[in-house]
Protein backbone atom coordinates (compact mmCIF):
# COMPACT_ATOMS: atom_id res chain seq x y z
CA UNK A 1 0.00 0.00 0.00
CA UNK A 2 2.98 2.43 0.84
CA UNK A 3 4.00 2.17 -2.50
CA UNK A 4 0.66 2.28 -3.93
CA UNK A 5 0.48 5.19 -2.25
CA UNK A 6 3.54 6.52 -3.33
CA UNK A 7 3.04 6.63 -7.05
CA UNK A 8 -0.33 7.56 -6.98
CA UNK A 9 1.02 10.67 -5.24
CA UNK A 10 4.33 10.73 -8.07
CA UNK A 11 1.71 11.07 -10.70
CA UNK A 12 -0.97 13.01 -9.18
CA UNK A 13 2.13 15.43 -9.17
CA UNK A 14 3.16 14.99 -12.73
CA UNK A 15 -0.98 15.59 -13.82
CA UNK A 16 -0.84 18.62 -11.46
CA UNK A 17 2.78 19.88 -13.19
CA UNK A 18 0.83 19.12 -16.60
CA UNK A 19 -2.15 21.27 -16.38
CA UNK A 20 0.75 23.87 -15.35
CA UNK A 21 2.79 23.79 -17.86
CA UNK A 22 -0.75 23.38 -20.40
CA UNK A 23 -2.00 26.72 -18.80
CA UNK A 24 1.23 28.48 -18.61
CA UNK A 25 1.47 27.84 -22.15
CA UNK A 26 -1.90 28.83 -22.57
CA UNK A 27 -1.06 31.65 -21.08
CA UNK A 28 1.90 32.36 -23.24
CA UNK A 29 -0.01 32.03 -26.74
CA UNK A 30 -3.01 34.23 -26.03
CA UNK A 31 -0.92 37.23 -24.42
CA UNK A 32 -1.26 40.06 -26.57
CA UNK A 33 2.07 39.42 -29.39
CA UNK A 34 2.89 40.11 -32.84
CA UNK A 35 5.50 37.59 -34.86
CA UNK A 36 7.02 39.22 -37.57
CA UNK A 37 8.99 37.49 -40.45
CA UNK A 38 12.04 39.10 -42.35
CA UNK A 39 11.27 38.80 -45.89
CA UNK A 40 14.60 36.63 -47.29
CA UNK A 41 13.60 37.42 -50.91
CA UNK A 42 13.37 41.04 -50.27
CA UNK A 43 17.16 40.75 -48.32
CA UNK A 44 18.66 39.42 -51.78
CA UNK A 45 17.33 42.14 -54.10
CA UNK A 46 18.42 44.88 -51.70
CA UNK A 47 21.90 43.22 -51.93
CA UNK A 48 21.32 43.46 -55.93
CA UNK A 49 20.64 47.14 -55.67
CA UNK A 50 23.73 47.69 -53.40
CA UNK A 51 26.02 46.38 -55.39
CA UNK A 52 24.60 47.87 -59.34
CA UNK A 53 24.60 50.89 -57.04
CA UNK A 54 28.52 49.99 -55.90
CA UNK A 55 29.27 49.01 -59.59
CA UNK A 56 28.01 52.26 -61.38
CA UNK A 57 29.62 54.69 -58.38
CA UNK A 58 33.35 52.21 -58.81
CA UNK A 59 32.92 52.10 -62.91
CA UNK A 60 32.15 56.28 -63.30
CA UNK A 61 34.71 57.25 -60.74
CA UNK A 62 37.64 54.73 -63.10
CA UNK A 63 36.02 56.60 -66.17
CA UNK A 64 35.28 53.02 -67.78
CA UNK A 65 32.64 52.76 -70.03
CA UNK A 66 29.57 49.91 -69.87
CA UNK A 67 26.44 49.31 -70.89
CA UNK A 68 23.24 47.09 -69.82
CA UNK A 69 23.96 47.67 -65.60
CA UNK A 70 21.03 44.75 -64.91
CA UNK A 71 20.63 42.50 -61.91
CA UNK A 72 17.74 39.58 -61.41
CA UNK A 73 17.74 36.51 -59.09
CA UNK A 74 21.18 36.93 -57.51
CA UNK A 75 22.92 38.14 -60.04
CA UNK A 76 24.00 41.70 -61.34
CA UNK A 77 25.86 41.91 -64.80
CA UNK A 78 27.76 44.77 -66.35
CA UNK A 79 29.16 44.54 -70.03
CA UNK A 80 32.26 46.37 -70.32
CA UNK A 81 32.05 48.37 -73.73
CA UNK A 82 36.05 48.88 -74.45
CA UNK A 83 37.59 45.16 -74.46
CA UNK A 84 41.25 46.92 -73.54
CA UNK A 85 39.31 48.07 -70.38
CA UNK A 86 38.48 44.75 -69.02
CA UNK A 87 41.41 44.39 -67.00
CA UNK A 88 40.82 47.76 -65.35
CA UNK A 89 37.21 47.15 -64.55
CA UNK A 90 38.31 43.69 -62.98
CA UNK A 91 40.74 46.15 -60.62
CA UNK A 92 38.09 48.97 -60.22
CA UNK A 93 35.18 46.09 -58.94
CA UNK A 94 37.84 44.00 -56.92
CA UNK A 95 36.48 45.28 -54.00
CA UNK A 96 32.61 43.90 -54.84
CA UNK A 97 34.26 40.55 -54.31
CA UNK A 98 36.54 40.85 -51.73
CA UNK A 99 35.76 39.46 -47.93
CA UNK A 100 33.18 41.17 -45.33
CA UNK A 101 35.66 42.91 -42.91
CA UNK A 102 35.30 40.74 -39.73
CA UNK A 103 33.60 37.86 -40.98
CA UNK A 104 35.56 36.51 -43.56
CA UNK A 105 32.52 35.58 -45.71
CA UNK A 106 32.65 36.25 -49.70
CA UNK A 107 29.43 37.85 -50.43
CA UNK A 108 29.66 37.64 -53.99
CA UNK A 109 31.45 35.62 -56.75
CA UNK A 110 32.91 36.94 -60.24
CA UNK A 111 32.13 35.04 -63.30
CA UNK A 112 34.30 36.60 -66.05
CA UNK A 113 33.48 33.36 -68.77
CA UNK A 114 32.00 35.47 -71.50
CA UNK A 115 33.68 38.32 -73.53
CA UNK A 116 33.07 41.86 -72.02
CA UNK A 117 30.71 40.35 -69.55
CA UNK A 118 30.88 40.56 -65.62
CA UNK A 119 28.53 38.63 -63.22
CA UNK A 120 28.72 39.18 -59.83
CA UNK A 121 26.57 36.44 -58.00
CA UNK A 122 25.36 36.25 -54.41
CA UNK A 123 26.81 33.28 -52.73
CA UNK A 124 24.74 31.17 -50.41
CA UNK A 125 27.03 31.89 -47.45
CA UNK A 126 26.73 36.10 -48.45
CA UNK A 127 22.81 35.19 -48.50
CA UNK A 128 22.71 33.80 -45.25
CA UNK A 129 25.03 36.34 -43.94
CA UNK A 130 23.22 39.37 -44.92
CA UNK A 131 19.75 37.96 -43.61
CA UNK A 132 21.49 37.51 -39.89
CA UNK A 133 22.81 40.90 -39.95
CA UNK A 134 19.17 42.30 -41.74
CA UNK A 135 17.50 40.62 -38.90
CA UNK A 136 19.38 42.23 -36.29
CA UNK A 137 19.19 45.53 -37.33
CA UNK A 138 15.55 45.06 -38.21
CA UNK A 139 15.45 44.07 -34.26
CA UNK A 140 17.18 47.28 -32.85
CA UNK A 141 14.99 49.43 -35.79
CA UNK A 142 11.28 47.63 -34.30
CA UNK A 143 12.85 48.13 -31.09
CA UNK A 144 13.34 52.32 -31.62
CA UNK A 145 9.43 52.40 -33.03
CA UNK A 146 7.65 50.31 -29.77
CA UNK A 147 9.57 52.44 -28.07
CA UNK A 148 8.91 55.79 -29.91
CA UNK A 149 5.23 54.73 -29.67
CA UNK A 150 5.06 54.68 -25.57
CA UNK A 151 4.54 50.80 -25.41
CA UNK A 152 4.69 49.82 -21.87
CA UNK A 153 7.32 47.27 -20.97
CA UNK A 154 7.93 46.48 -24.61
CA UNK A 155 9.54 43.21 -25.39
CA UNK A 156 10.96 42.94 -29.01
CA UNK A 157 13.30 39.65 -30.09
CA UNK A 158 14.23 37.28 -32.49
CA UNK A 159 12.91 33.93 -32.49
CA UNK A 160 14.73 32.05 -35.10
CA UNK A 161 16.94 32.84 -38.38
CA UNK A 162 13.87 35.23 -39.80
CA UNK A 163 11.48 35.66 -36.68
CA UNK A 164 10.91 38.63 -34.59
CA UNK A 165 8.03 38.50 -31.64
CA UNK A 166 7.12 41.89 -30.27
CA UNK A 167 5.03 41.73 -26.80
CA UNK A 168 2.55 44.25 -26.86
CA UNK A 169 0.28 44.66 -23.50
CA UNK A 170 -1.12 47.91 -23.31
CA UNK A 171 -1.54 48.97 -26.61
CA UNK A 172 -4.96 51.04 -27.27
CA UNK A 173 -4.35 50.37 -31.61
CA UNK A 174 -2.58 47.00 -32.40
CA UNK A 175 -3.82 47.41 -35.72
CA UNK A 176 -1.64 50.82 -36.51
CA UNK A 177 0.96 49.29 -34.40
CA UNK A 178 1.56 46.59 -36.92
CA UNK A 179 1.43 49.14 -39.68
CA UNK A 180 4.09 51.15 -38.20
CA UNK A 181 6.68 47.98 -37.47
CA UNK A 182 6.45 46.92 -40.83
CA UNK A 183 6.31 49.55 -42.70
CA UNK A 184 9.92 50.06 -44.95
CA UNK A 185 10.54 53.56 -44.04
CA UNK A 186 12.87 54.34 -46.67
CA UNK A 187 13.09 57.77 -47.63
CA UNK A 188 14.56 58.96 -50.36
CA UNK A 189 15.48 62.24 -52.98
CA UNK A 190 15.52 61.85 -56.52
CA UNK A 191 15.24 64.00 -58.97
CA UNK A 192 12.27 64.40 -61.83
CA UNK A 193 13.67 63.01 -65.16
CA UNK A 194 12.02 65.82 -67.68
CA UNK A 195 13.84 64.03 -70.94
CA UNK A 196 10.29 62.67 -71.92
CA UNK A 197 6.89 62.91 -71.04
CA UNK A 198 5.76 60.42 -68.30
CA UNK A 199 3.14 58.70 -70.71
CA UNK A 200 5.74 58.40 -73.08
CA UNK A 201 7.47 56.67 -70.42
CA UNK A 202 4.54 54.25 -69.45
CA UNK A 203 3.17 53.55 -72.63
CA UNK A 204 6.89 53.51 -74.39
CA UNK A 205 9.97 52.19 -72.79
CA UNK A 206 11.63 54.66 -69.53
CA UNK A 207 15.06 56.67 -70.41
CA UNK A 208 17.76 54.13 -68.98
CA UNK A 209 18.87 55.24 -65.59
CA UNK A 210 14.97 56.19 -65.16
CA UNK A 211 11.75 54.45 -63.82
CA UNK A 212 7.90 55.60 -63.86
CA UNK A 213 6.64 55.43 -60.39
CA UNK A 214 3.30 57.01 -58.46
CA UNK A 215 2.31 59.29 -55.69
CA UNK A 216 0.63 58.35 -52.55
CA UNK A 217 -2.25 60.33 -53.25
CA UNK A 218 -5.97 59.50 -55.03
CA UNK A 219 -5.72 59.34 -57.90
CA UNK A 220 -2.22 58.39 -58.10
CA UNK A 221 -0.19 60.48 -60.38
CA UNK A 222 2.58 58.90 -62.63
CA UNK A 223 6.05 60.44 -62.33
CA UNK A 224 8.96 59.95 -63.88
CA UNK A 225 11.87 59.73 -61.60
CA UNK A 226 15.68 59.05 -62.03
CA UNK A 227 17.31 56.22 -59.99
CA UNK A 228 20.26 57.75 -58.52
CA UNK A 229 19.30 58.40 -55.16
CA UNK A 230 20.54 62.22 -54.23
CA UNK A 231 19.87 62.02 -49.85
CA UNK A 232 18.05 58.70 -48.04
CA UNK A 233 16.34 58.72 -44.76
CA UNK A 234 19.93 56.90 -43.28
CA UNK A 235 21.18 60.47 -43.69
CA UNK A 236 18.30 61.50 -41.58
CA UNK A 237 19.40 62.24 -37.66
CA UNK A 238 16.28 63.78 -36.38
CA UNK A 239 12.23 64.62 -37.39
CA UNK A 240 9.63 65.88 -35.91
CA UNK A 241 5.46 66.47 -37.26
CA UNK A 242 5.16 69.93 -36.80
CA UNK A 243 2.95 72.97 -38.86
CA UNK A 244 3.87 75.19 -41.28
CA UNK A 245 1.85 78.31 -40.56
CA UNK A 246 2.30 79.57 -44.49
CA UNK A 247 0.63 77.46 -46.11
CA UNK A 248 -1.50 75.88 -42.61
CA UNK A 249 -0.80 72.15 -42.44
CA UNK A 250 1.03 69.71 -40.70
CA UNK A 251 4.46 68.55 -42.28
CA UNK A 252 7.29 67.02 -41.69
CA UNK A 253 10.87 68.93 -40.08
CA UNK A 254 14.28 66.51 -40.52
CA UNK A 255 17.79 67.50 -39.78
CA UNK A 256 20.33 65.58 -41.84
CA UNK A 257 24.36 64.51 -40.55
CA UNK A 258 27.12 66.26 -42.20
CA UNK A 259 26.95 63.39 -45.07
CA UNK A 260 23.89 64.30 -45.87
CA UNK A 261 24.23 67.91 -45.19
CA UNK A 262 26.97 68.23 -47.63
CA UNK A 263 25.32 65.88 -50.21
CA UNK A 264 22.17 67.70 -50.20
CA UNK A 265 24.20 71.30 -50.87
CA UNK A 266 26.04 70.00 -53.96
CA UNK A 267 23.11 68.56 -55.44
CA UNK A 268 20.86 71.23 -54.88
CA UNK A 269 23.63 73.50 -56.08
CA UNK A 270 23.65 71.68 -59.77
CA UNK A 271 20.42 71.02 -59.86
CA UNK A 272 18.56 74.76 -59.36
CA UNK A 273 15.39 75.08 -61.09
CA UNK A 274 14.87 71.23 -61.51
CA UNK A 275 12.17 69.51 -59.82
CA UNK A 276 12.97 65.98 -57.57
CA UNK A 277 11.11 63.93 -55.56
CA UNK A 278 10.28 63.05 -52.52
CA UNK A 279 10.16 59.43 -51.99
CA UNK A 280 8.60 57.09 -49.47
CA UNK A 281 8.90 52.92 -49.94
CA UNK A 282 8.99 54.15 -53.70
CA UNK A 283 5.81 56.20 -53.79
CA UNK A 284 5.81 59.77 -54.48
CA UNK A 285 4.90 62.29 -51.76
CA UNK A 286 5.71 65.43 -53.31
CA UNK A 287 7.44 67.24 -55.93
CA UNK A 288 9.10 70.52 -55.14
CA UNK A 289 11.31 72.47 -57.25
CA UNK A 290 14.57 73.25 -56.47
CA UNK A 291 14.58 77.10 -55.83
CA UNK A 292 18.12 77.88 -54.40
CA UNK A 293 20.91 75.45 -52.83
CA UNK A 294 19.95 74.23 -49.67
CA UNK A 295 23.00 74.38 -47.42
CA UNK A 296 21.86 73.88 -43.47
CA UNK A 297 21.02 70.33 -43.63
CA UNK A 298 17.55 70.96 -42.04
CA UNK A 299 14.54 71.23 -44.09
CA UNK A 300 10.46 70.26 -44.21
CA UNK A 301 8.68 67.72 -46.53
CA UNK A 302 4.78 68.70 -47.32
CA UNK A 303 2.57 66.22 -48.71
CA UNK A 304 -1.13 67.15 -47.92
CA UNK A 305 -0.61 65.30 -44.45
CA UNK A 306 -3.09 64.35 -41.52
CA UNK A 307 -1.33 65.16 -38.19
CA UNK A 308 -1.40 61.98 -37.81
CA UNK A 309 0.18 60.74 -40.98
CA UNK A 310 3.01 63.20 -40.06
CA UNK A 311 3.91 61.90 -36.61
CA UNK A 312 3.96 58.22 -38.62
CA UNK A 313 6.68 59.62 -40.98
CA UNK A 314 8.53 61.54 -38.49
CA UNK A 315 8.26 58.65 -36.22
CA UNK A 316 9.85 56.24 -39.23
CA UNK A 317 12.69 58.79 -39.67
CA UNK A 318 13.74 58.82 -36.79
CA UNK A 319 13.92 55.31 -36.28
CA UNK A 320 15.62 54.77 -39.43
CA UNK A 321 14.79 52.10 -42.45
CA UNK A 322 14.12 48.70 -41.89
CA UNK A 323 16.71 46.88 -44.12
CA UNK A 324 14.54 44.40 -45.73
CA UNK A 325 10.62 44.10 -45.72
CA UNK A 326 8.63 42.42 -42.55
CA UNK A 327 5.13 40.82 -42.78
CA UNK A 328 2.82 39.71 -40.09
CA UNK A 329 3.19 36.04 -39.35
CA UNK A 330 0.66 35.68 -36.27
CA UNK A 331 -1.39 38.22 -34.26
CA UNK A 332 -2.80 38.36 -30.81
CA UNK A 333 -4.68 40.86 -29.33
Known amino acids: MFYLSRVTIVLTWLAVAAMLVFDASNLLAASPHILLRLDAADVTNGRLVSTRDEIRT ?3 DAKIGYTELTGSGRTVQVHITDPGQLDSAKAALKTVTDPVADSGVQEMTLD ?9 TVTDAGLKYRTSAALAQSVEVIKNR ?7 DPVVQSTDEDGILIRTAGVADPQRLGQILTRPGRLSFQLVDQSMPVNEAINGRPPVGSAVFYSMGEPPVPYLIENWVILSGENVVDAEAT ?7 PVVAFR ?3 RGTARFKWATTQNVGKPFAVMLDDQVI ?5 REPIEGGTGQISG ?7 NDLALLLRTGPLPARLTIAEEAR
Open 58 to 60: LLR
Open 112 to 120: DSEPGLLKF
Open 146 to 152: VRDLGVT
Open 243 to 249: RNLAIDE
Open 256 to 258: LDS
Open 286 to 290: SVPII
Open 304 to 310: NFTAESA
